[in-house]
């Protein structure tokens, strides 16, 4: 089970940190990814961090911007979103990869069906 939280209201400019709270599965063996859905478009991948954490992958929207994290030993990933504009109003989601991220491979797991299990969404408003 996933639980996103951390969602909010915020003006331009402003930073929020969602946090996905992982229970009943082994945390530290899967990839870990964020997604967004704005109302009336179609869910994306934004993020995405490996099994231990060493390697993250941004789209290009939110590079710079956003940061992908992951405790471990507490079971949660988070995302740090700091320069929030009206754009990045959306629906987040955590996600756990049923796919590795091989070394050897740039991109992690992207793609929806890549990813097994799902968080409720949090709701992030951005005012411009």
């Known amino acids: 089970q996933l639980v996103e939280s951390g969602g909010g209201l915020v003006q331009a400019g402003g930073s929020l940190r969602l946090s996905c709270a992982a229970s009943?599965?082994?945390?530290?063996?899967?990839?870990m990814g964020w997604f967004r859905q704005a109302l009336g478009k179609e869910r994306e991948f934004i993020a995405a961090?490996?099994?231990?954490?060493?390697?993250?992958y941004y789209v290009d929207s939110v590079k710079g911007r956003f940061t992908i994290s992951r405790e471990p030993n507490e079971n949660n990933v988070h995302l740090q979103m700091n320069n929030l504009t009206s754009e990045d109003t959306a629906t987040y989601y955590c996600?756990?990869?049923?796919?590795?991220?091989?070394?050897?491979?740039?991109?992690?797991?992207?793609?929806?069906?890549?990813?097994?299990?799902w968080g409720q969404g949090t709701q992030v408003t951005v005012s411009s």
């Open positions: 009943g599965q082994r945390f530290h063996l899967y990839v």
């Open positions: 996600a756990r990869a049923m796919t590795g991220w091989s070394r050897w491979t740039p991109e992690p797991p992207h793609l929806q069906r890549e990813y097994t299990h």
């Open positions: 961090i490996s099994t231990n954490g060493d390697r993250s």
